[in-house]
């Protein structure tokens, strides 16, 4: 079965700040990883993801997300945080080769930014 | 294009009414899917559709029904509501080459039961 962990509820940086939002995951093969935002009342916004090649994905907004195999891991990174950043982020995975395009969601991690 | 839009953005019930949340999307997705958002839980994944005429149970699929009649419309369905279904609901459709496994979420209904 596969899984994915955020293991943090809120992550606060200031702004300018470089900003790392961590997520690991636990698939049996090979994965797909994705990364979304949710601003308030919204619903969810792609953001980038990683399906092979370069381990290092440029998103949207200046994001990027590093893919570790070794460490199960694919944490999102910006290297100077906006007050416009301030959102709701969620990690995602999907086992490959998959059947249906099942996807698992972490439980978000709330970024503040503060000015 | 729209992309995905759901229909009503909010809605009360009382317990034991029923209601249909529609979704439609105009990207031509095969894939469209019901989540719902609570607080601190992340996204459940209550029904998918691989096709028309194809759907499948997620992982919280109880009290809930759907349908896929055309490519465009994933209706969900709900029976008998009860307190536990308050939550906020969120279409998705995906497509299969290029942009594959991204989803694309519609903006939401937020329902409560009482």
């Known amino acids: 079965a596969q899984s994915v962990a955020q293991p943090e509820d809120q992550v606060n940086v200031a702004e300018g700040n470089p900003l790392t939002v961590k997520c690991t995951y636990s698939v049996s093969g090979n994965p797909y990883l994705f990364w979304y935002v949710q601003y308030p009342n919204r619903g969810l916004q792609f953001l980038l993801k990683y399906i092979t090649g370069d381990n290092l994905v440029k998103g949207s907004y200046g994001f990027e997300a590093e893919f570790n195999k070794s460490q199960t891991s694919f944490h999102l990174k910006k290297p100077s945080a906006l007050v416009s950043d301030s959102a709701l982020y969620f990690c995602?995975?999907?086992?490959?080769?998959?059947?249906?395009?099942?996807?698992?969601f972490g439980i978000g991690t709330k970024l503040q930014v503060i000015p | 294009n729209a992309g995905v839009t759901q229909t009503p953005k909010f809605r009360i019930l009382k317990i034991g009414q029923s209601m249909t949340l529609q979704c439609a999307q105009d990207?031509?997705?095969?894939?469209m899917y019901w989540y719902r958002q609570d607080p601190g839980m992340g996204l459940k994944l209550i029904y998918y559709s691989v096709g028309a005429g194809i759907t499948d149970k997620g992982e919280v699929p109880n009290g809930y029904n759907v349908s896929r009649s055309t490519t465009e419309d994933f209706p969900l369905r709900l029976e008998l509501a009860a307190p536990s279904q308050t939550s906020v609901y969120f279409c998705?459709?995906?497509?299969?080459?290029?942009?594959?496994?991204?989803?694309?979420f519609g903006p939401g209904t937020r329902l409560t039961v009482l």
């Open positions: 995602a995975v999907r086992d490959r080769p998959g059947g249906y395009q099942k996807v698992t």
């Open positions: 990207m031509n997705h095969n894939y």
């Open positions: 998705a459709s995906g497509g299969l080459a290029g942009g594959a496994d991204t989803q694309y």
